[in-house]
């Protein structure tokens, strides 16, 4: 008696492909896991070009849960995708710190740009401080203060010598 993966439904007359999966259950995971490939392709392609850093941490915590929901399946023993899902998401963590600090980078020169090209100090003051929250939310969400301490030593440095009238 064949019993399917996904939900533990079992029969006599059940009958299953060769992942162990019953005729709907097959069809729903196949769907899901199509569905996912595009997504995951298209989010990362969007983080590795984006500069805007909302896009590239919704696009990061998109890709991480549908990871996380093809993880479900590949624990269960259902194929998904290759490299298996869990290895795409250690991939992701080890590569995170690299993607963020590009995207610190970019965002701490356009502040300092916009600051340098201000007329006004309080609006020079107010880019690199809103560059400064954005970064320090990045890092505050997915812990990698590390990779963007450079960014935020610049961002300070130049507040400092704002506040020194220089």
Not at 56 to 84: F, H, K, N
Not at 92 to 106: M, P, Q
Not at 108 to 134: I, Y
């Amino acid at each position: 008696m064949g019993k399917c993966r996904l939900f533990g439904k079992k029969g006599l007359f059940l009958s299953l492909n060769e992942s162990d999966l019953c005729r709907i259950c097959a069809v729903v995971v196949g769907q899901d896991v199509e569905r996912s490939a595009q997504i995951l392709k298209e989010s990362m392609e969007l983080v590795e070009k984006t500069k805007n850093p909302d896009t590239l941490m919704s696009r990061l915590d998109l890709v991480e849960s549908r990871l996380d929901a093809l993880i479900e399946y590949e624990t269960r023993g259902i194929p998904t995708l290759q490299p298996v899902p869990s290895e795409l998401k250690a991939a992701l963590t080890a590569d995170r710190g690299r993607i963020l600090s590009r995207v610190a980078a970019e965002l701490t020169q356009a502040a300092l740009a916009k600051a340098a090209l201000s007329s006004s100090s309080k609006r020079a003051r107010t880019a690199v401080e809103k560059a400064q929250r954005t970064i320090c939310d990045m890092g505050g969400r997915y812990g990698h203060p590390a990779e963007l301490e450079d960014s935020l030593d610049k961002l300070a440095r130049y507040l400092d010598r704002a506040a020194e009238g220089g």
